[in-house]
């Protein structure tokens, strides 16, 4: 049974009407104000998803608690053109955010996103094969025209509203004011609160457990062990609460940093037999952190480390050598997404009895591991040059 018919919105529509509407105008002016700008970006893309799922919400409360009718002294084109204008106004606030979403995941650049930096955000599951293709293109023609119908629609709504509002028939726009203000008549009971909200949220929770379920594979169970030096072949042990491996680069000409959670190393190191000594080091790029999601999940995606398909980075350092100023050079050989580089690397060790403390460092570049290589090769958004730092401690095994 549908709630009594009466000539007010109920409580839970009149909000929700307002707030789509202010969502909508914010949207308006943040798509012509966020070029260059990724915080603006995520932010149009955020709250795009949250009109996407407001308006499933809507649907589904409207669907349970019919609006009041139309005026009796509104005359029939005027109701069918007041029908058409929502009915038109529903499709555009879900088909412009699908839209959307169908637009970032079809670009060739594929950022992540990460509504109001927290909630990790799929691209849509059957769009592997279609970036920056003719897909993406139509897209984009249809989002950006689909913008301007809503703004001339919108213009349509209000001015319908308070043509009857001011004109001798009964007024329309009083039914969604919220408060007391204009209400004549209480509105009408509300029923439906668990489908509306209930299945906007659970359909929400499903898409961003996506993400969750295609972390990335877990670390080996021995550590060390798929390198030259085999983890019972070493002669030190790795302190991992004291040692770490960090990063630091510039996005946007200002600095960034972040630490590798997990990794595995296997040393075998004599300073009197450097010919034979040798460092295994297998780095997970899915556990970087940087204290900024977006960048966390970026590293993580397809065109970078792609670390569903690729968990581990595999250094070898090889080649030690004694240097002049009593540290240590050598040639880092890695192998990242089955692409080979090998990149000069010093470090200084000291070694005090059955302990040892190190640091080292190095200078990656994103174009020779192709990462981020799609959409920014020129080092236009994230510079090219990345600084690696490894510092800690090791204990002689005995």
Same mark, same amino acid.
């Given at each position: 049974?549908?709630?009594?018919?009466?000539?007010?919105?109920?409580?839970?529509?009149? @909000?929700?009407?307002?707030?789509?509407?202010?969502?909508?105008?914010?949207?308006?002016?943040?798509?012509?104000?966020?070029?260059?700008?990724?915080?603006?970006?995520?932010?149009?893309?955020?709250?795009?998803?949250?009109?996407?799922?407001?308006?499933?919400?809507?649907?589904?409360?409207?669907?349970?608690?019919?609006?009041?009718?139309?005026?009796?002294?509104?005359?029939?084109?005027?109701?069918?053109?007041?029908?058409?204008?929502?009915?038109?106004?529903?499709?555009?606030?879900?088909?412009?955010?699908?839209?959307?979403?169908?637009?970032?995941?079809?670009?060739?650049?594929?950022?992540?996103?990460?509504?109001?930096?927290?909630?990790?955000?799929?691209?849509?599951?059957?769009?592997?094969?279609?970036?920056?293709?003719?897909?993406?293109?139509?897209?984009?023609?249809?989002?950006?025209?689909?913008?301007?119908? @809503?703004?001339?629609?919108?213009?349509?709504?209000?001015?319908?509203?308070?043509?009857?509002?001011?004109?001798?028939?009964?007024?329309?726009?009083?039914?969604?004011?919220?408060?007391?203000?204009?209400?004549?008549?209480?509105?009408?009971?509300?029923?439906?609160?668990?489908?509306?909200?209930?299945?906007?949220?659970?359909?929400?929770?499903?898409?961003?457990?996506?993400? @969750?379920?295609?972390?990335?594979?877990?670390?080996?169970?021995?550590?060390?062990?798929?390198?030259?030096?085999?983890?019972?072949?070493?002669?030190?042990?790795?302190?991992?609460?004291?040692?770490?491996?960090?990063?630091?680069?510039?996005?946007?000409?200002?600095?960034?940093?972040?630490?590798?959670?997990?990794?595995?190393?296997?040393?075998?190191?004599?300073?009197?037999?450097?010919?034979?000594?040798?460092?295994?080091?297998?780095?997970?790029?899915?556990?970087?952190?940087?204290?900024?999601?977006?960048?966390?999940?970026?590293?993580?995606?397809?065109?970078?480390?792609?670390?569903?398909?690729?968990?581990?980075?595999?250094?070898?350092?090889?080649?030690?050598?004694?240097?002049?100023?009593?540290?240590?050079?050598?040639?880092?050989?890695?192998?990242?997404?089955?692409?080979?580089?090998?990149?000069?690397?010093?470090?200084?060790?000291?070694?005090?009895?059955?302990?040892?403390?190190?640091?080292?460092?190095?200078?990656?570049?994103?174009?020779? @591991?192709?990462?981020?290589?799609?959409?920014?090769?020129?080092?236009?958004?994230?510079?090219?040059?990345?600084?690696?730092?490894?510092?800690?401690?090791?204990?002689?095994?005995?």
């Amino acid at each position: 049974m549908h709630a009594p018919s009466s000539n007010r919105y109920t409580v839970v529509a009149i @909000l929700l009407h307002w707030a789509i509407a202010g969502l909508i105008l914010f949207m308006i002016w943040l798509g012509w104000n966020m070029d260059d700008n990724e915080a603006r970006f995520q932010l149009h893309k955020s709250i795009g998803i949250a009109i996407l799922f407001l308006s499933v919400a809507r649907v589904l409360w409207r669907w349970r608690n019919p609006p009041p009718p139309l005026p009796d002294d509104m005359t029939p084109w005027e109701k069918r053109l007041s029908h058409g204008v929502h009915v038109a106004f529903y499709a555009l606030m879900i088909g412009l955010p699908l839209l959307g979403w169908l637009l970032v995941s079809t670009s060739s650049f594929q950022i992540s996103t990460v509504l109001f930096g927290t909630v990790s955000w799929p691209h849509l599951p059957f769009t592997e094969g279609l970036k920056g293709g003719v897909v993406h293109d139509v897209t984009e023609f249809l989002h950006s025209k689909g913008a301007w119908v @809503l703004i001339v629609l919108l213009g349509l709504h209000v001015a319908g509203a308070i043509k009857h509002e001011f004109a001798a028939e009964e007024g329309v726009f009083k039914r969604m004011i919220p408060g007391l203000f204009g209400r004549p008549h209480s509105p009408p009971p509300a029923q439906g609160y668990a489908i509306a909200f209930g299945g906007a949220v659970l359909l929400f929770a499903i898409i961003a457990a996506v993400p @969750l379920m295609k972390s990335s594979p877990s670390a080996p169970a021995s550590p060390g062990t798929t390198g030259t030096v085999p983890a019972d072949e070493g002669n030190w042990a790795i302190d991992p609460a004291a040692s770490e491996i960090t990063f630091t680069g510039t996005y946007q000409k200002k600095p960034f940093s972040g630490t590798f959670g997990r990794w595995d190393a296997s040393v075998l190191f004599d300073a009197e037999d450097l010919d034979s000594s040798a460092i295994e080091v297998e780095v997970y790029p899915g556990s970087a952190s940087t204290g900024t999601k977006l960048y966390d999940d970026t590293i993580q995606g397809g065109e970078w480390f792609d670390t569903n398909s690729f968990p581990a980075v595999k250094v070898s350092l090889i080649n030690i050598a004694a240097s002049a100023d009593g540290g240590y050079t050598a040639e880092a050989s890695m192998l990242v997404k089955d692409q080979a580089i090998n990149v000069p690397f010093d470090f200084n060790l000291t070694i005090e009895g059955d302990t040892a403390t190190f640091d080292g460092r190095t200078t990656l570049s994103r174009k020779a @591991l192709n990462l981020g290589q799609q959409s920014d090769p020129g080092g236009d958004w994230v510079d090219d040059s990345v600084e690696v730092t490894v510092k800690g401690s090791a204990t002689r095994k005995e």
